[in-house]
């Protein structure tokens, strides 16, 4: 059964740390993507990655960081550095690295609250 | 800069009406978009898309209408249902060559309230 699997759920960490959240997928996409949630704001997005080995900053990249080493993954890590890091985090995989098209799933997310 | 814009966050219509969501967007090199549906604490859902050599797509209760001269989409629901109460967003993607390839911008999404 083929999807996008972001682990955990919800997570909590404490100011000053850093956290890693997971995302996998075992659809074959090439294309993977890191979107954040705010309330009022809509989904912005944090990292993309075309192809294993490469990523680029989106328009929020500030205080994150990310690897593409395998295909199939796309770990977010949320740095000290990021300023409210307290959101809903959503990961999507597409087909197509230049189109995003209608072959394109998000995961589940990731509440992640800082205390 | 907010590329696409939902400028309505919220919309309430009784069950079996027409439910209208507006987006509008200013970047030119949008040639694709997507209506999204997400309920809370979930990943969106893709719901329907038009490219930009139509000007309407029709799927079930869903349609979408494109007016490319006004940067103007809007997706309208008939007849509205309590189960469509959710986050609507509306997503545009560029081809190769924008800065915006491969990318998928949203608007600020519509949560829409169908009552029963």
Not at chain 1, 49 to 78: C, H, M, W
Request: with cysteine; proline share 5%.
């Amino acid at each position: 059964d083929g999807g996008i699997t972001q682990s955990p759920k919800y997570l909590f960490r404490k100011e000053g740390q850093n956290v890693t959240l997971s995302c996998e997928q075992n659809l074959n996409h090439d294309a993977m993507y890191w979107y954040r949630q705010d309330p009022g704001q809509g989904l912005r997005l944090i990292y993309y990655s075309q192809i294993v080995n490469d990523f680029q900053k989106g328009d929020i990249a500030e205080g994150y960081s990310v690897s593409r080493e395998k295909k199939e993954s796309f770990p977010l890590t949320v740095t000290s550095a990021q300023k409210n890091p307290t959101a809903f985090y959503l990961c999507a995989s597409s087909s197509n690295p230049g189109r995003w098209n209608t072959e394109a799933f998000f995961g589940q997310g990731t509440r992640l609250t800082v205390v | 800069d907010q590329q696409v814009k939902q400028n309505s966050p919220s919309l309430s219509v009784q069950e079996g009406r027409i439910s209208i969501l507006n987006c509008d967007y200013t970047n030119s090199m949008f040639d694709y978009f997507l209506w999204y549906k997400k309920y809370p604490a979930e990943g969106p859902t893709f719901l329907i898309s038009i490219s930009s050599i139509k000007d309407k797509n029709e799927d079930g209760r869903f349609t979408v209408f494109l007016n490319k001269s006004a940067k103007h989409l809007s997706l309208h629901i008939v007849p509205s249902q309590p189960g469509d109460s959710a986050v609507y967003f509306c997503a545009a993607s560029a081809q190769k060559g924008s800065s915006n390839t491969g990318k998928l911008i949203f608007g600020q999404g519509t949560t829409l309230q169908v009552k029963p």
